[in-house]
């Protein structure tokens, strides 16, 4: 039956998002503003303070402890809900790491966290009174999952910065007008002396740490404010217990306890409102209501829960989504019983559109009556087998992409009850004719096992593995995002390591069987190959305030590149194929960011582009919808339907079949044949890219269009510059693109650059023809102190094929740009450009 497959971090891992903007503060007079003081309100002895905190955090969310391996409660710095800065990073000093001191994998869990004489977070002056004071330290008890270095939250694990929104003591609203304001919960409340004030109340503007709070007076150490209470409590006993708070927003939502009927009316409401991809998939909530609940009420008449279990399934296929799914424990016989019978051959379609048999089981059916493989199927029971398949409604159904619906339906087509007794199957032997054959159905599950995209996948597998291939170039499989993200990490990164202390020439990256699991730990792991900061996407969910999809313009999905010697700038090849899912998708898509990889499989990936949460049904079943509507940096609907489409497409034909079936792995064959030699590679090109006008090539660069360099695979330092010689760039290119060329020379005065270039001549060549310097824009200008000189145009509408451009710099005498000698020769730059046709 269907694998569920999750990209899952929008749906729970919100820990870290913060507000977007501020309301207007009015202003009434000119004058700073005097906060009112009102009396303190102490619910213990004011002499000591609290020193241990304890409580418990319970969650419902199905997917909370999906991949955690180092669960940590932190007294958390909370400097960035004071200021409103999302990108404010929890001081490491700042951080006391609390004990779980129960089973965390059980809810309720709990914890206990003892706080330090005297805290190392960040200072802020809250009362507004125009007079500066030394301040307050604000804390709240979050949790958090600790992924990467030591045992303190770095800037990945804070999910880029901000302040907790799920999870911990405070109480934070998703209303878009007041988005991540803190409404409640508890504080902890650090003073440095007893001259120190802190917030009563909210205020007018229903906010904390504005003009118009009240405030009241704090003892000097520790206090618990209690903002449930109004005004706000101040607690300072030694002991006080703060309960972890999972909002409304990530709890699971529990049908369990209603009819059937009122249960799936639940449901049907729930996806009409909620569900990320309606007007996408055309949808029509009513009508599909209309269409099913009478088969709930029916169920619901007649006490028949097997009625009800499939009046559910019948539900969720309908719906056009890999990611809609339910736990399917009361169909399981039927499933059973549905695929038991096999005919021993199983069937693929190759790309002109024939249906073969691409296994026959020796000795079985198919075998007895004389079929062969690569034999062409005809037809099932008279029925034209193309018509057959695409009426099979598989059990691993619904589909988002319909290419890979077709792969499933060619699976289930050849199975059947065991009481369907024969088959009429007409076929013809390659070179043979055509012939007809009843076929006895019969228990055998060779030809279902080997028609899996799974087969062969160790179950037990680690999430991340890696080898050097006999080519020379590495391979990593990346089977899950949803495993032990520390285990999975910790051998990313040594991977990555052992690749570039090796100075392994490309990698090949396998996440042809990966289900998916956490997004963010997708976009980090995808970081590694990038040495900048990128944008790669966003997603909206529905708002139950606002009734309407609200995306959060802070929430941007961002790669994080690690440390320098970390990062991977080679050659990269990414295989993806339909079990490729969900955060899987998302990692190989933003590996096509700036064309960093490039995509080979024989099919796309699934085209599960959201994200998803659970809720439940009665008799103990669990669905899954899409809630999150993912999107790209521009704000396109990117994977949903589509999936991630190899840039190589690899052939499906029968020799491909036939190698496949011998156990040859003809999709990494053309990795490595992608990876050794860039497509485009021998093809002489139709003509040279189209050179911008001068007003073009300035519009270019302004605009921050690549360099040609940027797309190269080699990468060179300063030093490599410094003595005559040529270097080499190659630049495949998966689509066309604006790219800039450039030379330029920079000195540490004018005097000295136009006396250097009195001594240097330069030569543009491209696809064997010399350019003209006055095709280029030249441009005379400051850089970092120094004094530079440009040479540049910009390369657009690139023909298919393999280009040459070089540019030559000859040194006619020594040189000296005011900081080092250059020799006399010719300085090189060859660029061999790549685009595949």
Not at 131 to 150: E, I, L, S
Not at 323 to 346: N, Q, R
Not at 518 to 534: H, N, P, R, T, V
Request: aromatic content about 10%; glycine content about 8%.
């Amino acid at each position: 039956m269907k694998t569920r497959s999750f990209q899952i971090f929008a749906s729970i891992m919100i820990l870290c998002m913060a507000i977007v903007a501020c309301a207007p503060k009015l202003e009434t007079t000119k004058l700073t503003p005097v906060p009112t003081t009102v009396p303190i309100a102490v619910t213990a002895a004011d002499d000591s303070g609290p020193k241990t905190v304890t409580g418990t955090l319970t969650y419902t969310n199905t997917f909370f402890t999906d991949g955690v391996a180092e669960p940590v409660i932190i007294l958390e710095d909370q400097g960035g809900f004071v200021t409103r800065d999302r990108k404010f990073l929890i001081p490491v000093e700042s951080q006391v790491i609390g004990e779980i001191t129960s089973d965390f994998y059980t809810s309720p869990f709990t914890y206990s966290l003892s706080l330090p004489s005297k805290p190392n977070g960040t200072l802020h002056d809250v009362n507004h009174d125009g007079v500066d004071q030394a301040g307050v330290m604000v804390f709240a008890v979050a949790y958090w999952t600790n992924t990467w270095g030591d045992p303190f939250l770095e800037r990945r694990d804070q999910g880029g910065g901000g302040w907790s929104s799920a999870y911990a003591s405070t109480k934070i609203t998703d209303d878009p007008k007041f988005y991540l304001e803190v409404t409640g919960g508890k504080y902890l409340v650090y003073a440095p002396d007893g001259q120190q004030q802190f917030p009563s109340g909210f205020g007018a503007d229903k906010k904390l740490f504005t003009d118009d709070d009240p405030i009241m007076d704090l003892a000097a150490g520790w206090s618990m404010i209690n903002m449930d209470q109004s005004p706000f409590l101040i607690d300072r006993s030694e002991n006080p217990t703060i309960e972890l708070i999972e909002p409304e927003s990530v709890a699971l939502v529990d049908f369990s306890g209603l009819s059937y009927t009122k249960a799936f009316d639940g449901m049907a409401e729930k996806f009409k409102n909620e569900y990320a991809f309606t007007d996408l998939k055309k949808i029509d909530w009513d009508a599909k209501s209309a269409e099913f609940r009478p088969r709930f009420v029916e169920a619901e008449k007649n006490k028949d829960k097997h009625a009800y279990a499939l009046a559910l399934r019948d539900f969720l296929w309908s719906i056009p989504d890999t990611h809609v799914g339910y736990s399917t424990d009361l169909l399981d016989k039927d499933f059973s019983e549905e695929i038991a019978g096999g005919l021993g051959f199983a069937m693929r379609e190759t790309d002109d559109g024939k249906i073969i048999a691409n296994f026959v089981l020796g000795g079985g059916p198919a075998a007895a009556a004389g079929m062969t493989w690569g034999a062409e199927i005809i037809s099932i029971d008279g029925v034209s087998t193309t018509d057959v398949v695409e009426k099979v409604v598989p059990w691993s159904s619904p589909f988002s992409n319909t290419e890979i619906k077709r792969l499933q339906q060619l699976r289930y087509a050849t199975r059947f009850k065991m009481d369907k007794g024969q088959v009429e199957v007409k076929f013809k032997n390659v070179g043979g004719a055509e012939k007809t054959a009843k076929l006895e159905v019969v228990n055998e599950f060779d030809s279902w096992n080997f028609s899996s995209f799974r087969r062969g996948v160790d179950a037990e597998a680690l999430p991340v593995e890696f080898d050097l291939l006999p080519s020379g170039y590495g391979y990593i499989k990346i089977s899950s995002f949803l495993d032990n993200d520390v285990l999975s990490i910790q051998v990313w990164e040594r991977a990555i390591k052992y690749f570039n202390d090796n100075k392994v020439p490309g990698v090949i990256l396998d996440l042809r069987n990966n289900g998916g699991g956490s997004g963010w730990l997708a976009d980090q792991m995808a970081a590694y190959f990038f040495d900048k900061e990128i944008i790669v996407g966003n997603s909206s969910q529905y708002n139950k305030i606002t009734g309407e999809f609200y995306t959060d313009p802070g929430g941007e999905a961002i790669m994080l590149p690690p440390r320098a010697d970390l990062q991977y700038s080679g050659p990269v090849v990414v295989m993806v194929g339909p079990s490729c899912a969900s955060a899987c998708e998302f990692f190989s898509y933003n590996m096509t960011i700036n064309d960093r990889a490039t995509i080979v499989g024989q099919y796309p990936s699934d085209g599960a582009g959201g994200s998803v949460e659970d809720f439940s049904m009665p008799e103990a079943i669990t669905v899954q919808i899409t809630i999150g509507r993912a999107v790209d940096a521009e704000g396109n609907i990117h994977l949903e339907g589509k999936g991630v489409v190899p840039d190589v497409r690899v052939l499906v034909t029968a020799e491909t079949l036939q190698k496949l079936a011998n156990g040859e792995d003809v999709v990494l064959a053309a990795a490595e044949k992608v990876i050794s030699e860039p497509q485009g590679a021998g093809v002489t090109p139709s003509g040279p890219p189209e050179m911008a006008s001068a007003a073009a090539a300035s519009s270019a660069l302004t605009s921050g269009k690549s360099y040609l360099e940027d797309l190269a695979r080699e990468k060179y330092v300063a030093a490599d510059f410094g003595a005559p010689g040529s270097l080499a760039y190659t630049i495949p290119l998966t689509k066309t693109d604006t790219l800039v060329w450039m030379y330029a020379w920079c000195t540490k005065s004018t005097d000295i650059l136009n006396q250097n270039f009195k001594n240097i001549e330069l030569k543009f060549a491209m696809d064997g023809e010399n350019i003209p310097l006055d095709k280029f824009k030249t441009e005379d200008l400051e850089s970092g102190g120094q004094q530079c000189r440009l040479y540049y145009t910009a390369l657009s509408k690139w023909p298919a094929g393999e280009h040459h451009l070089s540019t030559t710099a000859t040194f006619k005498t020594s040189i000296n740009d005011g900081s080092a000698d250059y020799a006399p020769g010719d300085y090189i730059l060859d660029y061999a450009v790549y685009l595949k046709p």
